[in-house]
C-alpha cells in the first residue's frame, strides 16, 4: 500500500531538484486503471497532451490551472475534477502535487443513459 502524503512530499522534493520542475510515479496498475502521482514546481507546465478516456485529477498540494482549447480552470489543494476527454494541459501556478487516476479503456462500460447503465451512482449505498 502506498502512502500519498509521503509520495506527494517525495516527489515535490524530487520535482525541486529536477531541472524540468517535475516529477511523477504511477503506483496503482492495475488493468486499465492507473493512478499517478504527478508534482510540479510553480511555473512548470505540463504541454497539451490527449486525455484517456476517463480521468479525474485531485489536487493534493498547491494551485495549478486546468487548460483545454476553450477554457481554463484553477483548482487548489482538496478539490478534484473529472476530466474532459480531450487535449488538456496543466500548469503549476504554485508548488503543487496532484493525483491523476485514469481508465485506460472503457470497452464493456457502460455510460450514463446507456442500456446497461444501472442508474445508480457509485456513491449511492441503495439505503
Same mark, same amino acid.
Given at each position: 500500500?502506498?502512502?500519498l502524503p509521503t509520495l506527494a512530499?517525495?516527489?515535490?522534493?524530487?520535482?525541486?531538484?529536477?531541472?524540468?520542475?517535475?516529477?511523477?510515479?504511477?503506483?496503482?496498475?492495475?488493468?486499465?486503471?492507473?493512478? @499517478? +502521482?504527478?508534482? /510540479?514546481?510553480?511555473? !512548470? #507546465?505540463?504541454?497539451?497532451?490527449?486525455? *484517456?478516456?476517463?480521468?479525474?485529477?485531485?489536487?493534493?498540494?498547491?494551485?495549478?490551472?486546468?487548460?483545454?482549447?476553450?477554457?481554463?480552470?484553477?483548482?487548489?489543494?482538496?478539490?478534484?475534477?473529472?476530466?474532459?476527454?480531450?487535449?488538456?494541459?496543466?500548469?503549476?501556478?504554485?508548488? @503543487? +502535487?496532484?493525483? /491523476?487516476?485514469?481508465? !485506460? #479503456?472503457?470497452?464493456?462500460?457502460?455510460? *450514463?443513459?446507456?442500456?446497461?447503465?444501472?442508474?445508480?451512482?457509485?456513491?449511492?449505498?441503495?439505503?
Amino acid at each position: 500500500m502506498d502512502d500519498l502524503p509521503t509520495l506527494a512530499r517525495r516527489h515535490l522534493d524530487q520535482a525541486k531538484e529536477d531541472p524540468h520542475g517535475r516529477s511523477a510515479h504511477l503506483f496503482l496498475h492495475s488493468g486499465p486503471l492507473r493512478q @499517478s +502521482v504527478i508534482a /510540479l514546481v510553480s511555473g !512548470t #507546465a505540463l504541454d497539451e497532451h490527449n486525455a *484517456p478516456p476517463a480521468a479525474s485529477l485531485q489536487v493534493l498540494h498547491g494551485h495549478v490551472r486546468l487548460t483545454t482549447h476553450d477554457r481554463q480552470q484553477d483548482l487548489i489543494a482538496g478539490q478534484v475534477q473529472c476530466l474532459p476527454p480531450e487535449r488538456q494541459g496543466l500548469t503549476a501556478v504554485q508548488d @503543487s +502535487v496532484v493525483l /491523476l487516476t485514469a481508465v !485506460t #479503456a472503457t470497452t464493456g462500460c457502460p455510460t *450514463p443513459g446507456d442500456p446497461g447503465d444501472t442508474g445508480v451512482d457509485s456513491g449511492d449505498t441503495g439505503d
